[in-house]
């Protein structure tokens, strides 16, 4: 069984910083190295949206508008994790916040509908 699950999220003042992980399990035959993986974020009452995905080459990362120049996707092919740097958040990034993986994913076409494994989400809230 392929299991995603996401760690780090939190309460964090506007401005303030957090680490998102997510370890993923399970993938025996094609492994996580041959995964794209992506984070998207869903706020209530809003559509999920895909913030940023890393080609399973490591080679492209791509960024939405609204987290470029502040967020950073990182993977780690020998712990089997992808990584979420979040700096200089706004109470706009409240949201729960999902990893998702796509079979040789290389992230040039970044649609939902691609993602195969999914994680069950962090709550992430920014508030003072």
């Known amino acids: 069984e392929v299991q995603l699950v996401e760690s780090g999220g939190g309460l964090v003042q506007p401005g303030g910083s957090l680490r998102l992980s997510c370890t993923v399990s399970?993938?025996?035959?094609?492994?996580?190295?041959?995964?794209?993986m992506a984070w998207f974020r869903q706020a209530p009452g809003k559509k999920r949206e895909g913030i940023s995905c890393i080609a399973w080459s490591n080679d492209f990362i791509y960024y939405s508008e609204s987290v470029k120049g502040r967020f950073t996707n990182s993977r780690d092919n020998a712990e089997n994790t992808v990584y979420l740097q979040m700096n200089k958040l706004p109470t706009e990034d409240t949201a729960t916040y999902y990893c998702?993986?796509?079979?040789?994913?290389?992230?040039?076409?970044?649609?939902?509908?691609?993602?195969?494994?999914w994680g069950q989400g962090t709550q992430v809230t920014v508030s003072s």
């Open positions: 998702a993986a796509h079979f040789a994913g290389n992230c040039q076409t970044f649609e939902e509908r691609l993602f195969e494994y």
């Open positions: 399970g993938l025996t035959y094609d492994g996580f190295d041959r995964h794209g």
